[in-house]
């Protein structure tokens, strides 16, 4: 899988996997999309695997892409793995 596809949130401490980085779910908060449809935005929290200060990042329902760093390393940094733009799988772990 190379992207997240959620047809209604996860549960609050879902996780899923990117390469070697852990995101857990913390939250959600409601959103209105420009076609006026209601839906909700995830609030996922990991560790920058370059210095290790967790940050979080919205997503929603789908996506393609997650920022991989907190915003400090993210403005001065190279990918944290050799994909190369590649994308790369993410693994859904399903809690319980």
Not at 26 to 37: F, I
Not at 65 to 71: D, F, H, T
Request: proline fraction near 6%; hydrophobic fraction near 30%.
């Amino acid at each position: 899988m190379n992207h997240v596809d959620y047809k209604t949130a996860p549960l609050v401490g879902a996780t899923i996997q990117l390469d070697q980085q852990t995101y857990r779910l913390e939250a959600t908060e409601p959103y209105r999309r420009k076609d006026g449809v209601l839906s909700r935005l995830l609030i996922w929290r990991s560790d920058c695997p370059r210095c290790g200060q967790s940050f979080t990042v919205k997503t929603g329902l789908v996506t393609k892409s997650l920022n991989r760093r907190c915003e400090p390393c993210r403005l001065r940094a190279k990918s944290p793995v050799s994909g190369r733009g590649r994308a790369q799988p993410i693994t859904i772990k399903r809690n319980g």
